[in-house]
């Protein structure tokens, strides 16, 4: 029987909820239990796929194809558990499916309400797909009072009713806040925050307390008593150095004990968390450095690059060496002034990660430039590898080389893709079709040659299965020219169209990749090309 533990916020967002979520998985793992973490996004969108990164940060996509909030990102670096398509739902997504529904007459002329029906259809999503899980974590995204987030809080106060006791617990994150000008933490607005669940119908079982400033104990008895919860189950949560160092410090201060106290839970193994203290030992421990540029289109905000950055850091800790990012915009590289040697001279790698759109395009391609003519460690992902492309398919003469993303053009190196072979079977797609759900997206493998630096990499496998996100492909009828210049297509999909990888053997380190490897690395678990782009920049490092 699965235990569900459902994880709301209040006072303001952004406070943290889905690493809180991650911190608590980890820690129920740590003690030897199974834990599984699902999203429910109120926004109207049928999922993030068509939101720009301004908006809502990175797509996170799963292994079975789906678009995902970013917290799903958190969920699986810090249990290493793969998300699903399961594991995330919007309200958009429920609507659509009951308007679908309703158009087909499934409702028999029922009157189609919020509740039941689409409560009903929230706590279908919570139920399913339990597997032998011990404990299923549910987040509710947004703010408690949110006009979006109700029907879920209504169906989480149905669902608490319906399970078995001490079957459902509720956490609360909420912010206790520093006003300078008194020298006082303000404990009213978690006050008002337990208030507003409570007229929910949802009492909260346990309360993580944000803040800036340590919390006495007078201040969290204040809490506790005004909340209607234990003392113990107030738990500070203060600003943390990393993200990696939380779950040791949520264990510090007794979240996982309190949470399985809640449950009825009290002989439960002791936590290993050996995982955690090597991964902050190695991340307060450098022994070296490295800076990585990455040359970007979204660098404004670098949430759009979440998993990158976090993949950057994870190559670090297979080195043992601080990773300092510098992000740099595309679009400084395009005007006639621009400098580029000043400002990537002092780099140890360069970085050109996956976007859409044409702008920056030429900055990106003059980034692979610089980094093939100094020898530099590059790495390109999805746009930044057919940036590559391009940019090798000019140095073959082929002066028009472009992307039909950007326009029509005499020389197609990067084209759309229409059709491609999936586990499904055939998926076909048209140019001017919806942009929702219409990429390639999710887990596809790859076959490496046997002799490419990639492979090597990888560990001598023949064979990846990696995830991706996008729309264009790089044109294998091109090959020929490309690896005149020394750009090798060492990794292809099995049926050798679609080309996966290319690479420089005669460069230091000079790999491209169509998909997305850093949404499968984690703290405890780098991903090998990031493993082995760092260790080329520590390289870098030691000859400039």
């Known amino acids: 029987m699965a235990r569900y533990i459902f994880i709301t916020g209040g006072v303001v967002s952004s406070l943290g909820k889905g690493l809180m979520a991650a911190s608590l998985g980890a820690l129920l793992q740590a003690r030897g239990y199974k834990v599984r973490i699902r999203k429910f996004d109120p926004y109207l969108n049928v999922d993030p796929g068509t939101m720009s990164p301004y908006q809502h940060g990175e797509v996170y996509v799963t292994d079975d194809g789906a678009e995902t909030d970013l917290d799903l990102g958190h969920y699986e670096r810090f249990t290493g558990v793969s998300a699903r398509q ?3 739902v919007t309200s958009g997504r429920i609507y659509q499916q009951i308007i679908a529904k309703e158009r087909r007459g499934d409702y028999l002329g029922a009157t189609v309400q919020v509740i039941p029906h689409v409560t009903d259809a929230i706590k279908e999503f919570a139920l399913a797909d339990q597997g032998d899980h011990d404990f299923i974590l549910c987040e509710i995204g947004g703010t408690v009072g949110d006009i979006e987030s109700l029907p879920f809080m209504e169906a989480i106060r149905q669902l608490r009713n319906e399970l078995e006791p001490n079957q459902t617990l509720s956490v609360h994150v909420t912010l206790v806040p520093y006003i300078a000008a008194a020298g006082e933490l303000k404990t009213k607005p978690t006050q008002h925050s337990v208030r507003e669940l409570a007229s929910l119908g949802i009492k909260p079982d346990v309360l ?14 204040k809490i506790a008593n005004f909340c209607n919860v234990r003392m113990e189950a107030v738990i500070p949560a203060l600003d943390a150095p990393s993200i990696y160092s939380v779950p040791l410090q949520y264990h510090n201060e007794g979240l996982d004990s309190e949470v399985l106290r809640g449950f009825g839970i009290t002989d439960a193994p002791e936590p290993d968390l050996s995982r955690w203290l ?7 421990n450098p022994e070296g450095e490295v800076t990585i540029g990455v040359v970007g289109k979204y660098v404004g905000l670098q949430d759009a690059y979440k998993s990158l950055n976090e993949a950057l850091i994870h190559g670090g800790l297979a080195n043992r060496v601080k990773v300092n990012i510098r992000w740099i915009d595309a679009e400084v590289f395009e005007g006639e002034e621009s400098d580029i040697a000043a400002k990537l001279e002092p780099l140890h790698g360069i970085l050109v990660p996956g976007g859409f759109g044409e702008r920056g395009s030429e900055g990106k391609i003059a980034s692979v430039k610089f980094a093939r003519e100094r020898d530099v460690p590059f790495l390109g992902i999805c746009l930044g590898m057919q940036m590559a492309c391009i940019e090798g398919a000019r140095l073959a003469g082929l002066e028009k080389a472009s992307s039909t993303e950007f326009g029509p053009t005499q020389e197609p190196v990067v084209g759309i893709i229409t059709e491609w072979m999936s586990k499904e079977g055939l998926q076909t797609r048209e140019a001017g079709g919806d942009l929702g759900g219409t990429m390639r997206l999710g887990a596809y493998p790859a076959m490496l040659a046997g002799n490419s630096h990639v492979s090597t990499i990888y560990g001598g496998a023949s064979e990846i299965s ?3 996100r996008h729309r264009y492909e790089v044109n294998a009828a091109y090959r020929e020219p490309l690896e005149r210049t020394g750009l090798v297509f060492s990794g292809m999909s099995p049926d050798g169209l679609l080309p996966e990888i290319v690479e420089r053997p005669d460069h230091p380190w000079f790999v491209g990749v169509q998909y997305h490897p850093e949404l499968k690395s984690k703290p405890f678990d780098p991903h090998p090309l990031f493993s082995g782009f760092i260790a080329a920049a520590l390289r870098q490092s030691r000859l400039v």
């Open 208 to 221: 993580l307390c944000r803040a800036e400033h340590p919390i006495p104990e007078s201040e969290r008895r």
């Open 278 to 284: 090597d991964v902050t030992d190695r991340y307060f």
């Open 466 to 468: 990696e995830r991706h």
């Open 86 to 88: 399961a594991d995330n």
